[in-house]
């Protein structure tokens, strides 16, 4: 099945240091969604994009998605040991429920 | 808060065993979705449901099986269990284009 390029494949940081991760894909979306998955959890929803070029915030998140409607953006700000995880894009085509996933990023997190 | 609840957290089955793992969800969402994930291999769809007794292959259901008798609960079912199912199973429901709710996973180990 399709599945998006996500990059980095992981990531070691020192705690305050900012992140920045992306998603592109082939092909265009409608839906761009940012999920996180804490160790032993199921992914949880960080944040939705509805519109090309839209930038959101959630906190010290913020993703964009892309003018070509193929990619998708996150940044981390001011990173804390809790960011620990694996982050996850996912795009969607309107009329078709199946999100597509990308390979996620792990993000590690030195005190 | 709305929920997907899996059943079990973790799970041991022998090989040969018929495994049953239940999804309930709490949101009345019409589409429910179950996962596998595996290290370096993301999330890969098994199976999918948009309706009540409605089942759609996902990308590897080879060894898989579903059942949606109820809106509100979508089971996976393990023919015959064997090692290399051995994984982390995820179940989502959705309503429309707003992106999935996972539940906490269930980690299944055959011995």
């Known amino acids: 099945g399709q599945q998006l390029n996500q990059s980095p494949q992981s990531m070691f940081i020192q705690e305050g240091e900012d992140v920045s991760m992306n998603c592109t894909s082939s092909s265009i979306f409608n839906t761009w969604l940012w999920y996180k998955q804490d160790p032993g959890e199921g992914p949880v929803l960080l944040i939705a994009l509805y519109k090309a070029g839209e930038l959101t915030s959630n906190g010290r998140l913020t993703a964009q998605f892309g003018i070509t409607r193929k990619d998708s953006f996150l940044n981390i700000s001011a990173s804390i040991p809790s960011d620990v995880g694996i982050y996850f894009c996912a795009g969607q085509l309107t009329g078709f429920q199946k999100l597509v996933f990308g390979t996620g990023t792990r993000l590690l997190v030195s005190p | 808060d709305v929920k997907v609840t899996q059943s079990s957290r973790y799970l041991v089955k022998r090989t040969g065993e018929k495994v049953f793992l239940e999804c309930v969800q709490d949101?009345?969402?019409?589409?429910m979705f179950w996962y596998r994930q595996d290290p370096g291999l993301g999330l890969r769809l098994i199976y999918f449901s948009y309706d009540v007794k409605m089942k759609e292959k996902g990308d590897i259901p080879e060894g898989y099986s579903v059942s949606r008798e109820k809106k509100e609960r979508f089971s996976l079912i393990l023919e015959s269990a064997s090692t290399n199912q051995t994984s982390m199973y995820l179940c989502?429901?959705?309503?429309?284009?707003?992106?999935?709710?996972f539940g906490s996973g269930t980690r299944l180990t055959v011995v």
């Open positions: 989502a429901s959705s309503f429309d284009n707003y992106g999935y709710t």
């Open positions: 949101m009345d969402h019409e589409n």
